[in-house]
């Protein structure tokens, strides 16, 4: 048996750093550990509500994809359903003329969860402020910082990763700039991140209770060949309202439920297949992966549809009446359908339609090749003033509010996802897995769409799985307090210099995400790539 060195064995190396050993006595009691616990995640998230809420009311104008988002969410409040502006309404809207929409209904593609989201904040204050038709986006921002920061920890193991993440997040332009506009995307991404941490949580719940009726099952002389049906499911129950929610806000969502669908059943054959359960894979596919499908499809389906409330007990929504119009309703098998839902169903077909036939040319649009290397971000708000009046201490002052992220998060975020795929190939590492599988299914439907006119703001919706890459890989540069002292030094070295230079970037950045004044020298400074202006 051999002899553990002494500490002053000038033949071991030095493990961790002074640093560690800091650290470890600043959290040596249970107060301060759970202090840590939680006050991390919370002050990252307080950093996000300044940088989200500060100034939110600038500018005071309808900005880039609002006029459809904010006016319909205003008509919802008001009818139920999407009603119709006059032309050049969106200046009398800034201006504080609410009220001049008609009782027409105005044809929509998307479905109403979002915009009764961002209506909520107009529903409490009015919507003459600009500050109110964009404080729920922000507060949906804010949350998910410290929603990310939460998943990190549960896929870490790490409150340190975990706050690193939530800072990434917190202060990465493209999450600010979809903070203080009212689109739906910044929920979508809310509402699928919220359902991805509740199947990471029925994915540890389901095993535990797998492995608890199996031993049951043993100890009782049981034959364990295709081991237990487990209907309780909670988390799942969870997910499935969070990612009907999402599908609510944008049909993108589905692809979602669609991959954690999937996932679900993928983890649930190999915890059977490590509990020695004999025919694993039958059981998974034919026993289990149907009951995951009844708890998960048709409740997600059952809070889409209730998303569609105001238009079903309401007369004046667009195609609201198709189905009872002469030559419309549905004969034979689907005759029994209620006029209403046939009404509702024509409507998708004719939104479907829309979505797969956008093809008209903008100025900003982005192929979904290009998003992950944001080579041409979307250019939301732009102002000009030439009378020494603008307040950025020149004649000319130009405003912007520009979706460009931090170039250092994305770039590295970009690299650290392709390395994620090597790490999955090569160690099986479940954590790898589960972000990638997030990213796919927020990223990858959209290659099959390559000359629609899309923007690179859709890409929020799957930036906190490219986060998560980059924190992975983070970790495994910072080490661990018992690697070698050498090892350990560099890895603190080199993550706390690349999130000083993050933190500056952002700093540098943060006039053209919030509309400051600023010259046209200095907005010109930011086009590190010439597609960017």
Same mark, same amino acid.
């Not at 919370?42 to 005071?60: C, E, M, S």
């Not at 600009?130 to 939460?150: H, K, S």
């Not at 002292?485 to 006039?511: D, E, Y």
């Given at each position: 048996?051999?002899?553990?060195?002494?500490?002053?064995?000038?033949?071991?190396?030095?493990?961790?750093?002074?640093? *560690?050993?800091?650290?470890?006595?600043?959290?040596?009691?249970?107060?301060?550990?759970?202090?840590?616990?939680?006050?991390?995640?919370?002050?990252?998230?307080?950093?996000?509500?300044?940088?989200?809420?500060?100034?939110?009311?600038?500018?005071?104008?309808?900005?880039?994809?609002?006029?459809?988002?904010?006016?319909? /969410?205003?008509?919802?409040?008001?009818?139920?359903?999407?009603?119709?502006?006059?032309?050049?309404?969106?200046?009398?809207?800034?201006?504080?003329?609410?009220?001049?929409?008609?009782?027409?209904?105005?044809?929509?593609?998307?479905?109403?969860?979002?915009?009764?989201?961002?209506? @909520?904040?107009?529903?409490?204050?009015?919507?003459?402020?600009?500050?109110?038709?964009?404080?729920?986006?922000?507060?949906?921002?804010?949350?998910?910082?410290?929603?990310?920061? =939460?998943?990190?920890?549960?896929?870490?193991?790490?409150?340190?990763?975990?706050?690193?993440?939530?800072?990434?997040?917190?202060?990465?332009?493209?999450?600010?700039?979809?903070?203080?506009?009212?689109?739906? *995307?910044?929920?979508?991404?809310?509402?699928?991140?919220?359902?991805?941490?509740?199947?990471? @949580? *029925?994915?540890?719940?389901?095993?535990?209770?797998?492995?608890?009726?199996?031993?049951?099952?043993?100890?009782?002389?049981? *034959?364990?060949?295709?081991?237990?049906?487990?209907?309780?499911?909670?988390?799942?129950?969870?997910?499935?309202?969070?990612?009907?929610?999402?599908?609510?806000?944008?049909?993108?969502?589905?692809?979602?439920?669609?991959?954690?669908?999937?996932?679900?059943?993928?983890?649930?054959?190999?915890?059977?297949?490590?509990?020695?359960?004999?025919?694993?894979?039958?059981?998974?596919?034919?026993?289990?992966?149907?009951?995951?499908?009844?708890?998960?499809?048709?409740?997600?389906?059952?809070?889409?549809?209730?998303?569609?409330?105001?238009?079903?007990?309401?007369?004046?929504?667009?195609?609201?009446?198709?189905?009872?119009?002469?030559?419309?309703?549905?004969?034979?098998?689907?005759?029994?359908?209620?006029?209403?839902?046939?009404?509702?169903?024509?409507?998708?077909?004719?939104?479907?339609?829309?979505?797969?036939?956008?093809?008209?040319?903008?100025?900003?649009?982005?192929?979904?090749?290009?998003?992950?290397?944001?080579?041409?971000?979307?250019?939301?708000?732009?102002?000009?003033?030439?009378?020494?009046?603008?307040?950025?201490?020149?004649?000319?002052?130009?405003?912007?509010?520009?979706?460009?992220?931090?170039?250092?998060?994305?770039?590295?975020?970009?690299?650290?996802?392709?390395?994620?795929?090597?790490?999955? /190939?090569?160690?099986?590492?479940?954590?790898?897995?589960?972000?990638?599988?997030?990213?796919?299914?927020?990223?990858?439907?959209?290659?099959?769409?390559?000359?629609?006119? =899309?923007?690179?703001?859709?890409?929020?919706?799957?930036?906190?799985?490219? =986060?998560?890459?980059?924190?992975?890989?983070?970790?495994?540069?910072?080490?661990?307090?018992?690697?070698?002292?050498?090892?350990?030094?560099?890895?603190?070295?080199?993550?706390?210099?690349?999130?000083?230079?993050?933190?500056?970037?952002?700093?540098?950045?943060?006039?053209?995400?919030?509309?400051?004044?600023?010259?046209?020298?200095?907005?010109?400074?930011?086009?590190?790539?010439?597609?960017?202006?």
């Amino acid at each position: 048996m051999g002899v553990e060195p002494a500490d002053d064995d000038p033949y071991r190396e030095p493990r961790g750093t002074r640093l *560690d050993a800091w650290w470890a006595r600043m959290l040596s009691t249970p107060g301060r550990r759970a202090l840590w616990y939680w006050g991390g995640p919370v002050l990252v998230t307080l950093i996000a509500a300044v940088l989200r809420f500060w100034n939110l009311g600038h500018p005071q104008a309808i900005v880039f994809d609002e006029t459809y988002y904010v006016k319909d /969410a205003w008509t919802l409040l008001q009818n139920g359903y999407e009603s119709s502006w006059p032309e050049g309404s969106d200046a009398d809207f800034a201006n504080g003329d609410t009220s001049i929409f008609s009782d027409d209904p105005t044809y929509v593609v998307h479905p109403p969860l979002g915009k009764w989201m961002i209506s @909520l904040g107009m529903a409490a204050f009015g919507a003459g402020d600009a500050f109110w038709w964009r404080a729920t986006t922000a507060l949906a921002g804010t949350i998910a910082v410290f929603l990310l920061a =939460v998943v990190a920890r549960r896929l870490f193991s790490s409150t340190v990763l975990a706050v690193i993440a939530g800072l990434l997040f917190a202060v990465d332009g493209n999450a600010i700039v979809m903070s203080r506009v009212a689109l739906l *995307d910044n929920w979508l991404m809310l509402f699928t991140l919220l359902g991805f941490w509740f199947v990471l @949580l *029925d994915r540890a719940q389901a095993r535990r209770l797998l492995e608890s009726r199996l031993d049951r099952a043993r100890e009782s002389g049981a *034959d364990p060949a295709y081991g237990p049906a487990l209907w309780a499911r909670p988390w799942l129950l969870a997910a499935a309202l969070a990612l009907g929610a999402a599908c609510a806000v944008k049909w993108s969502g589905v692809y979602f439920v669609a991959a954690f669908g999937v996932y679900l059943v993928v983890v649930d054959a190999l915890a059977r297949r490590r509990a020695g359960v004999p025919f694993w894979l039958t059981a998974a596919v034919l026993k289990q992966a149907p009951i995951t499908f009844v708890i998960l499809v048709p409740v997600a389906a059952a809070v889409y549809l209730a998303s569609w409330t105001g238009w079903l007990v309401t007369d004046g929504g667009y195609y609201r009446h198709w189905a009872e119009e002469a030559g419309h309703a549905a004969t034979g098998l689907f005759s029994w359908v209620p006029l209403t839902l046939q009404s509702l169903w024509h409507y998708h077909e004719a939104a479907y339609g829309y979505h797969v036939g956008v093809h008209q040319a903008h100025p900003w649009q982005a192929n979904p090749l290009t998003w992950l290397l944001m080579i041409r971000p979307t250019n939301m708000y732009f102002a000009s003033t030439d009378d020494g009046s603008g307040g950025c201490g020149a004649d000319t002052c130009w405003e912007s509010v520009m979706g460009i992220g931090n170039p250092l998060i994305w770039w590295a975020a970009a690299a650290a996802s392709v390395y994620l795929v090597y790490r999955l /190939a090569r160690y099986r590492e479940w954590q790898a897995g589960a972000i990638l599988l997030g990213l796919a299914a927020g990223y990858l439907p959209w290659l099959m769409y390559l000359n629609r006119t =899309v923007f690179q703001f859709y890409s929020i919706v799957f930036e906190p799985y490219t =986060v998560l890459a980059l924190v992975f890989v983070v970790g495994l540069v910072l080490g661990r307090p018992e690697d070698p002292r050498w090892r350990r030094q560099r890895g603190l070295a080199v993550v706390g210099i690349f999130l000083g230079f993050v933190v500056l970037v952002s700093a540098f950045f943060l006039p053209l995400w919030t509309g400051m004044p600023v010259t046209p020298e200095f907005r010109q400074l930011h086009f590190w790539l010439p597609t960017w202006g």
